[in-house]
C-alpha cells in the first residue's frame, strides 16, 4: 500500500507539471516564486526550512474553524462540519493548511503561483488520502476562468510576497460569495515586526531562510481596510498572533504589532 501510495503521489506530481497552465498575473513576484519552489520539497518537513509554520499552523486552523462554525452556525462538536461548503486557499505552498481544511469537511482547491509547490501539495495529498483540487494557477487566472463564489477564501501570509497587494486582495475579495468570508494573515509594518519578523526570524534565530521578508511590503492593518474598501466586504478588527519565547508557542492575542489576521464579511444579498 506505501509503494502505491509513493506511486500515485509521484504520478500526480508529474501530472501538474505537464498538464496545468503556466502561472500568471500582475500579482506574481517572480523573485518569491522563485525563492518557494527551490523550497517545495521541504513543505512537510517539520524541522526544516517551514518549522514555523508547522508550529504556527494549529492557531490558523483553529481561528478559521472556529470563525467559521460561528459565521455558518455549525455544530462545534462536529469532526466535519463545513461539507456543503467551497473554500479556496490562494497561496496555498504545499497544503499545510488545505489539508486540515479538507479534513474538516470543505470542498477544497488550492492554488499557487509555484508549479513545484502544487506537484508537492498534490504528492502528500494523494500519499494521505485527501482528495483536494490543486492548481497551479493565479487568483488573476481563477477569477478570469469565470469561476463560481466561494463559501470561504484564505489568502494566509501570501499578500506580503505579491506586487500591488491592493489589486491582489480585490480580486480575492471578489470571489467571496454573499454571505461568505474572507481571511487575511500578514505582518504588520512596524518596527517590531522587522526586529522580530525579519532580524530575529532570518538572521538571528534563523527560523526562515534569509530574504523571505521585506519589511516594505509588510501591511498595517489599515491599509488592508483600506484595501477592502468597494469591495462589498466589511472587516473585523485585527486579532494578533504572538510568540512566546518561554514556551516556544504561538496564541492568539490582542498585540498585532508583528502578526495578525483579518476576517472580512460578505452580507447575504
Not at 244 to 259: E, I, M, R
Amino acid at each position: 500500500m506505501a509503494k502505491a501510495a509513493k506511486n500515485q503521489a509521484k504520478s500526480v506530481a508529474n501530472e501538474t507539471e505537464l498538464t496545468a497552465d503556466a502561472p500568471a498575473g500582475p500579482s506574481i513576484d517572480a523573485e518569491d516564486v522563485a525563492r518557494f519552489s527551490a523550497l517545495a520539497a521541504r513543505w512537510w518537513d517539520p524541522k526544516g526550512e517551514f518549522a514555523p509554520l508547522h508550529k504556527f499552523n494549529p492557531n490558523r486552523v483553529r481561528f478559521i474553524r472556529d470563525t467559521c462554525v460561528d459565521h455558518f452556525l455549525r455544530d462545534p462538536r462536529a469532526v466535519a462540519p463545513f461539507g456543503d461548503l467551497r473554500l479556496i486557499d490562494i497561496g496555498c505552498g504545499g497544503g499545510l493548511l488545505s489539508e486540515p481544511m479538507k479534513r474538516m469537511g470543505f470542498d477544497v482547491t488550492g492554488i499557487d503561483a509555484s508549479e513545484k509547490n502544487i506537484g508537492t501539495a498534490k504528492a502528500h495529498a494523494a500519499e494521505v488520502g485527501l482528495d483536494i483540487r490543486y492548481l497551479a494557477q493565479t487568483v488573476e487566472q481563477v477569477v478570469a476562468s469565470k469561476e463560481s463564489g466561494f463559501d470561504v477564501v484564505l489568502t494566509m501570509e501570501v499578500i506580503e510576497h505579491v506586487n500591488d497587494p491592493e489589486s491582489f486582495l480585490k480580486t480575492c475579495a471578489s470571489l467571496v460569495k454573499p454571505g461568505g468570508l474572507l481571511f487575511i494573515a500578514t505582518l504588520n509594518r512596524t518596527l517590531k515586526a522587522h526586529a522580530l519578523g525579519i532580524v530575529a526570524a532570518e538572521y538571528v534565530l534563523q527560523w526562515v531562510p534569509k530574504g523571505t521578508h521585506d519589511w516594505n511590503k509588510f501591511l498595517k492593518p489599515e491599509e488592508i481596510e483600506g484595501f477592502l474598501e468597494g469591495t462589498g466586504l466589511t472587516p473585523d478588527p485585527a486579532v494578533g498572533v504572538s510568540y512566546n519565547p518561554f514556551t516556544a508557542t504561538w496564541a492568539l492575542s490582542n498585540d498585532t504589532a508583528v502578526n495578525y489576521m483579518i476576517v472580512a464579511r460578505r452580507d447575504l444579498l
